[in-house]
């Protein structure tokens, strides 16, 4: 099965800031679609950006930005200008792009609470 | 635009009780997936339907029980709740199982005491 690794179990920014969050993953397959989720204290869950295996080009969503490695199975979320509703629970996952043998279900890292301090 | 919605949003419950979430798609969205995270955890993966067919089982207890409907809303059931089983349990929906993106409902809080 896939696993998601997120080492870093908490970190903190200065508001303006930028702060990067840590995201490896081991997979044997070739294609597949990694996201990073953003889970705030109402606990619901936001996609922040994501990201196709077969793309090269790393994906950006305004302050938002992953540095994709592939060959090293690394995905880092750098947040920009950091505010102060960043604050939350970021989750790495991971998702299939065979829907055949190992399902369509994403798999979760445990975690990075980003404190932002204003 | 439409969202999941999940109901009810908070549930407490006794140990060897039973429970009952609902989830409700995006509408025109064919596939539902639970996930239970429980406190300090990452999501876990419990079963998926698409169709109203079950897709895909992940680690549900055998005392939790699904199923989607003609809606495309989906139920679970849980049995002989134990404590154990307190946690947040996500719905998602996305339109299709080959799409990437999974579209997660507010959650149901669930406390077993």
């Known amino acids: 099965a896939q696993t998601v690794t997120q080492s870093q179990p908490e970190m903190s920014v200065q508001e303006a800031e930028t702060v990067t969050l840590s995201c490896t993953y081991d997979?044997?397959?070739?294609?597949?679609?990694l996201f990073w989720y953003k889970q705030p204290p109402s606990r619901q869950m936001i996609l922040v950006i994501r990201q196709e295996a077969y793309k090269q080009q790393n994906a950006t969503e305004n302050r938002f930005s992953v540095n994709f490695q592939k060959a090293a199975k690394s995905f880092s979320l750098k947040i920009s200008d950091s505010q102060l509703g960043d604050a939350a629970m970021y989750f790495c996952?991971?998702?299939?792009?065979?829907?055949?043998?190992?399902?369509?279900?994403?798999?979760f890292g445990t975690g990075t609470s980003l404190t932002v301090i204003p | 635009a439409a969202g999941v919605i999940q109901s009810p949003r908070h549930l407490i419950k006794e140990k060897r009780e039973t429970a009952t979430l609902k989830c409700y798609p995006i509408?025109?969205?064919?596939?539902v997936y639970w996930y239970q995270q429980g406190p300090g955890q990452d999501p876990q993966f419990l079963i998926s339907f698409y169709e109203k067919m079950q897709s895909d089982k992940g680690s549900i207890p055998d005392r939790f029980s699904a199923q989607q409907f003609s809606d495309y809303h989906s139920e679970l059931n849980m049995s002989s709740l134990e404590l154990g089983d307190s946690a947040l349990y996500f719905c998602?929906?996305?339109?299709?199982?080959?799409?990437?993106?999974?579209?997660f409902g507010p959650g149901t809080r669930l406390t077993v005491t």
């Open positions: 998602a929906s996305s339109p299709g199982t080959d799409t990437y993106e999974q579209y």
């Open positions: 997979t044997s397959e070739s294609d597949y679609y």
């Open positions: 996952a991971y998702r299939s792009m065979a829907s055949s043998d190992t399902g369509n279900q994403f798999y």
């Open positions: 509408p025109r969205h064919d596939t």
